[in-house]
């Protein structure tokens, strides 16, 4: 017989519990007794009459805009393993730790802070974010290694107010810049390419400089572990690895391992110190007819992304990193995850930022009032901003836009040069966007369209951290 499950018996049971305790009770507080017998207290446990330990108080704080010194609602807290949010008037608690643990804070449209917990005597923590709006390039593994085009692109954002750099931590190819330490342990082939000697090095000088730092992670296309782990490659309708254009194979995001991968590269780079994680190709193929382990269908496409963005929300949040992704540009205008995966109002709970990329070149059947894309940036960028924002509920601070710096590849060849980088660039501040990224894949960038300082500063000021080429 269960005795927890018959309450009969825990009835009676109780009820000879209380009887002898009351008895035992009545043997030692007769009438008119002063105080406890000797022989009863020497049988007291010392911890009964020790003096309970004191319970820490919390550690409270609050973060506030540094200029204006008003609370910041809703800002992330992070101290440790534990991540918090401020209330309306920007305060936050933490539980009892010891003083002086590290404590982060950030907030879509700021650059994050890093502090140190108050005593609780000493008063709350202040922790003081500066608003902040991106504007960046993009560096490939090839591109940041080299000292030229680094160099270039650093001359570059001292002359205009750029303040950004993109950096593949793992490229289309699969090429990482630095020698990681844990590319062979998740099973991918010994690095033959290095292109920076010291990124540590590299990162603190860019921080130096004030630059903000985001680390490209190119997600599941992935060639050189489909080829390492073929049962997690995309198949055909014949069973064989599946290609895309560019000759390249893909993982399954259907399949939860392949998830692991991309989140450790992540959680390298955020201990290497970049201040956000941007994932890329964090979809499905847009091909036809392939093969996936579950149904390729709605049902199935958009969750299995959103579950691989909520595993790596969740292995980031310690390191107090912002997190984006970048998303097909007419994945702002489709009511579905337009047959990859991307649903705008699902990706909007799961990350900080949403880059979607609104290359004009990319619009090959246009926009609702303008078919040639090319023709009309401003209303590309403008217009699938606040499609996005409207769908969302979001405001413009939580996008920032992919920009055209590239010669038209889909429409009639035409260069994109002052006029067209100006109007995409003004396209993003009339939605007032989280600022803008610039794409070229050859990593050759000009001043045109961009704001120039009166007074630029010369290239050869530059010191430059050694690089590597290649290492056998």
């Not at 000759?247 to 290497?272: C, F, H, Q, R």
Request: contains cysteine.
């Amino acid at each position: 017989m269960n005795a927890a499950r018959q309450p009969g018996f825990a009835w009676a049971l109780g009820s000879l519990l209380l009887t002898g305790l009351t008895l035992c009770t009545s043997l030692y507080a007769q009438p008119g007794a002063a105080s406890t017998p000797a022989s009863v207290a020497s049988m007291t446990p010392a911890s009964a009459t020790a003096t309970p330990p004191a319970i820490a108080a919390p550690l409270r704080g609050i973060v506030i805009d540094a200029d204006t010194r008003q609370g910041i609602p809703l800002a992330y807290v992070v101290s440790g393993d534990t991540t918090v949010r401020t209330d309306h008037d920007g305060r936050f608690t933490l539980p009892a730790a010891l003083p002086g643990q590290p404590v982060g804070a950030r907030m879509p449209g700021y650059r994050q802070q890093q502090g140190k917990l108050q005593a609780p005597n000493a008063g709350p923590t202040v922790l003081a974010l500066r608003k902040f709006q991106s504007r960046g390039l993009y560096l490939s593994a090839w591109g940041i290694g080299s000292s030229k085009l680094r160099g270039d692109a650093l001359a570059l954002m001292a002359q205009t107010d750029l303040n950004t750099l993109v950096i593949d931590i793992k490229g289309d190819a699969g090429i990482v810049p630095y020698r990681s330490e844990v590319w062979e342990a998740l099973g991918y082939p010994k690095q033959t390419v290095v292109t920076v000697h010291d990124m540590p090095a590299l990162i603190k000088e860019l921080h130096d400089k004030g630059i903000y730092l985001i680390a490209r992670v190119v997600t599941f296309k992935d060639d050189k572990m489909a080829n390492a782990k073929p049962q997690w490659a995309i198949k055909t309708s014949s069973g064989a690895i599946w290609k895309d254009r560019e000759g390249l194979s893909w993982l399954d995001p259907s399949i939860p391992a392949t998830w692991e991968p991309p989140v450790a590269m992540a959680e390298e780079a955020a201990k290497l110190g970049f201040d956000e994680i941007q994932f890329d190709y964090v979809r499905f193929p847009d091909t036809p007819g392939l093969q996936f382990s579950q149904p390729n269908t709605w049902e199935v496409r958009p969750f299995m992304i959103s579950a691989f963005l909520d595993k790596a929300r969740h292995r980031l949040a310690k390191y107090n990193v912002y997190i984006s992704a970048d998303i097909f540009g007419y994945v702002c205008w489709n009511l579905n995850d337009t047959l990859i995966g991307q649903q705008l109002e699902m990706l909007s709970d799961r990350l900080d930022y949403l880059s979607p990329m609104l290359y004009p070149s990319g619009f090959t059947w246009g926009i609702p009032g303008h078919v040639m894309a090319v023709g009309s940036p401003y209303e590309i960028v403008h217009h699938s901003l606040q499609a996005a924002i409207e769908r969302s509920g979001m405001s413009g601070v939580r996008f920032r836009p992919w920009l055209q710096s590239f010669k038209d590849y889909a429409f009639d060849r035409r260069v994109f040069g002052e006029k067209e980088i100006r109007a995409q660039i003004q396209a993003a501040e009339d939605v007032q966007a989280q600022g803008w990224l610039l794409w070229n894949a050859s990593n050759h960038y000009s001043t045109a369209g961009l704001n120039v300082k009166k007074v630029p500063m010369a290239p050869s000021s530059y010191k430059s951290v050694p690089n590597v080429a290649s290492v056998p």
